[in-house]
């Protein structure tokens, strides 16, 4: 089963940074013409998207991280990037990268923990 690899995760402080990393096969299929986002799921929650990128560019954010969070992505090193900044206890949850187009394929996923 075809699946995206995410690293960045760990533990960090309130206020603190990480950047969130996510790697598509590139042998098997490029991300160029998918859309990327980033999901979360915190305990006892459901999974919740987060960030998003068009092929094109175009990213969208969910309220709570507006002006805290950036997607990005990178079609040559087919991958895709979650920087996230000012971060709060209530951002902790495993984080998953999602590619989509006809295909829809998940990772892992990777923990963030904010401590207060």
């Known amino acids: 089963q075809v699946q995206l690899v995410e690293s960045g995760g760990g533990l960090v402080q309130a206020g603190g940074s990480l950047r969130l990393s996510c790697a598509a096969p590139?042998?098997?299929?490029?991300?160029?013409?998918?859309?990327m986002s980033w999901y979360r799921q915190a305990p006892g929650k459901q999974r919740e998207l987060v960030a998003t990128?068009?092929?094109?560019?175009?990213?969208n954010y969910k309220d709570s991280v507006k002006g805290r969070f950036t997607i990005s992505r990178d079609n040559a090193k087919n991958m895709a990037y979650l920087q996230m900044n000012s971060l709060k206890p209530e951002d902790t949850a495993i984080y998953y990268c999602?590619?989509?187009?006809?295909?829809?394929?998940w990772g892992q996923g990777t923990q963030v923990t904010v401590s207060s």
């Open positions: 999602n590619a989509a187009s006809i295909q829809l394929y």
């Open positions: 590139a042998n098997i299929f490029s991300i160029r013409t998918m859309a």
């Open positions: 990128i068009t092929s094109g560019g175009t990213t």
